[in-house]
């Protein structure tokens, strides 16, 4: 019965109460009112302040600088080259010099064989003798062409006076016209004789005659001819013209024959340099002879020479070129030439100059 009928619905178990959550607290206000910035440092005010003055003052100082001077890279330490040949050729026995070596005026570079030349001067003094001996025989024979003309006078004043009696007894009948004929005949053979020995009694005189210094001509030749053998004698010891250093001297060598007049050494001459600068025709508007300059020098980086501006050319470097440039062309294009300045060192350098370095070059105009 008690499962038949129906049971009253429980009653539902009521949910825990939970206590209210208290409200969070409110955030706190924040003070509106902006903080003070924090005052900038030292290194602040010296990057924002000293930079940009450092900076204009740089500026201007090569605004002012840059406009009084000019420059140009295109430069280049030149020296006084002398190359030395033979005046002579022959064999070389010697060589006194190597390459790099100093030399000094007159040192001896290398010698030729002499022994030619010696020879030929032993020969000149041979033909100054025989034209002494030559002198000597016409000498000989001048006198004796005074003994032919006295012989011939002789000759002839006895002829005249054959032909004078041959004339008396032709007038008188006493003679035959054949003696009278032979008579005048001698007369005139003993007349051409005397004739002939004058001339060639003129003939030895000229022979014997002495020009300006007193000397016969033939002597004086022998003799010249010795002084021409005995320069070419001295010419065999080559010798420094000058002070410098030696290049190219590995044509040197004992043994070889050495041309007349072909190179065989350079003395480059090292106690004088100079530059040449190269500049553009639109740096000359401001350039003088005599304006201050400063050197410095690719293969010496610290190294700065003060100098002048020497010389100015006279032409572009292409007006003096081997081939210059022909302008009159359809296609021609405008080059800015460069012009060649001498800058002259106004102090020694002390580091060695060598020829052919790069350098470069500043020239102080001024404004």
């Known amino acids: 019965m008690d499962q038949l009928s129906p049971s009253a619905p429980k009653a539902e178990s009521a949910p825990p109460k939970v206590a209210p959550k208290a409200d969070p607290l409110p955030p706190p206000v924040e003070n509106s009112a ?13 990057l924002m302040f000293g930079l940009p003055a450092l900076l204009i003052a740089g500026g201007a100082g090569w605004w002012l600088t840059s406009g009084g001077s000019v420059s140009t890279d295109n430069a280049y330490v030149q020296m006084d080259k002398v190359s030395i040949a033979a005046e002579v050729g022959g064999r070389i026995t010697e060589v006194a010099v190597k390459d790099g070596q100093m030399v000094q005026r007159g ?18 003094n041979a033909a100054i003798d025989a034209a002494q001996v030559d002198v000597g025989n016409l000498s000989a024979s001048y006198a004796a062409t005074g003994v032919d003309i006295h012989a011939a006078e002789e000759s002839l004043a006895f002829a005249q006076s054959n032909f004078a009696r041959q004339a008396a007894l032709m007038d008188k009948g006493f003679t035959t016209k054949a003696a009278y004929d032979a008579a005048k005949h001698s007369v005139e053979l003993a007349r051409a004789q005397l004739a002939a020995a004058k001339a060639d009694a003129a003939e030895a005189r000229a022979k014997l005659a002495t020009g300006g210094g007193g000397i016969n001509p033939q002597v004086e030749a022998a ?13 065999t010891e080559v010798r420094a013209p ?59 980086p610290g190294l700065k020479v003060r100098g002048h501006v020497l010389t100015i050319g006279a032409g572009t470097g292409s007006e003096f070129s081997v081939l210059p440039a022909q302008n009159a062309t359809g296609n021609w294009v405008k080059v800015t030439q460069r012009v060649p300045a001498r800058i002259a060192f ?19 105009t001024g404004r």
């Open 223 to 235: 003799k010249v001819q010795r002084a021409q053998a005995e320069v070419n004698l001295g010419r």
């Open 107 to 124: 040192q001896l570079l290398f010698r030729i064989d002499g022994e030619p030349y010696a020879l030929t001067v032993a020969q000149a």
């Open 34 to 46: 902006p903080k003070a910035a924090p005052a900038p440092s030292w290194r602040t005010r010296l």
């Open 346 to 364: 106004d102090e020694k350098p002390s580091r060695d100059m060598i020829a052919g370095l790069s350098a470069e070059v500043r020239v102080f």
């Open 242 to 300: 000058s002070a410098g250093r030696i290049a190219q001297s590995d044509r040197l060598l004992i043994g070889q024959m050495m041309v007349q007049g072909l190179p065989a050494v350079t003395i480059v001459d090292t106690g004088h340099p100079w530059v040449e600068a190269n500049f553009k025709e639109t740096d000359l508007a401001d350039m003088r002879v005599g304006q201050r300059a400063e050197i410095r020098f690719d293969a010496y």
